[in-house]
């Protein structure tokens, strides 16, 4: 089984949609010369050429191979486990808020950028080389394209729930627990917003930080917990083991039938009985796939498991 397989189906198709459309632009910009980063990226609100369902369509566009691939490896190491906890509807939903999310916030930062220089009081703008270019021109160039505030927000899942999941960083090669992680990175964009003058988005990188940490405040409220531990699996009416297990491992499993010969009130006593226990062994190992991983679980809880899936 490859690693594609292995990846939850949102995930997973993800990853190949945002592949495609980079190479859709790659050939499309070669071939016959259109930009499709200059159509469907997110354009400044006050520039000619925005439109609004560009805030969704920028999400799978891309500025270059290594923009594309460490996105793709983010939403790959962390969506995988976040899809399995929220289950694919909400994975998917959670996805899109943060993506237009960081949408809005980079729109509105670059709305204060317009006002604070006030750029409507020029009809020129000089460029580094001394050319001339008419304002609309240099409004239509801001441009926002990825992946990036989707993917950030899918981290701060991962930070709110498993804080203290452990997290090997490459540079330096230390081992941090998720809830620093994600609390270094946003420190990090805050900062590198009000220093940096290149062209990244960092108000698009916290804004998917800030709408995912929203929805998952509102989902909490209303799962009705005190804390975010155990809230995303929370029903009004308490869901199956079966319906359970596809949310935490986004596949669809079948619930079994009665076994054969069992009739009867007293049947069915000793039936619920033995379904009862069984289920409430089925919450250990599950609350310890949530706090630690499936691979923390013993070779018997594994069997276990799997035999009371099918």
Aim: proline letters at 4%; one cysteine or more.
């Amino acid at each position: 089984m490859n690693i594609l397989e292995q990846t939850p189906p949102v995930t997973r198709n993800l990853i190949l949609l945002n592949c495609a459309i980079f190479l859709a632009q790659f050939v499309c910009g070669s071939v016959w010369g259109v930009d499709l980063a200059d159509v469907f990226g997110l354009h400044f609100m006050l520039a000619e050429d925005f439109h609004f369902w560009q805030v969704i369509s920028y999400m799978f566009l891309h500025g270059g191979l290594t923009h594309l691939f460490f996105n793709m490896f983010a939403l790959w190491m962390f969506g995988v486990v976040i899809e399995r906890t929220l289950g694919r509807d909400r994975f998917l939903v959670y996805y899109f808020v943060c993506g237009i999310g960081a949408a809005l916030c980079q729109e509105l930062w670059q709305l204060g950028q317009y006002y604070i220089e006030n750029l409507a009081a020029y009809d020129t703008v000089s460029m580094p080389g001394g050319s001339l270019i008419s304002m609309a021109a240099y409004l239509n160039e801001w441009n926002t394209v990825g992946a990036s505030g989707a993917c950030y927000g899918i981290l701060l899942a991962f930070g709110v729930l498993y804080p203290e999941q452990r997290i090997m960083l490459l540079i330096p090669p230390i081992p941090m627990k998720a809830k620093y992680f994600v609390f270094a990175y946003a420190a990090i964009e805050v900062f590198s917003a009000f220093t940096s003058n290149g062209n990244i988005a960092h108000f698009a990188h916290l804004g998917g930080m800030l709408f995912g940490w929203l929805l998952l405040r509102h989902w909490r409220r209303q799962s009705r917990q005190p804390s975010f531990s155990g809230w995303d699996n929370y029903r009004p009416k308490k869901a199956s083991l079966w319906e359970r297990l596809q949310q935490l491992f986004g596949r669809r499993s079948q619930r079994p039938s009665r076994p054969e010969g069992v009739y009867g009130h007293g049947a069915d006593y000793d039936y619920n009985l033995r379904r009862k226990k069984q289920e409430e062994r089925i919450d250990e190992i599950l609350d310890k796939v949530r706090r630690s991983g499936y691979d923390s679980l013993t070779k018997e809880e594994k069997q276990e498991l799997f035999q009371n899936s099918q």
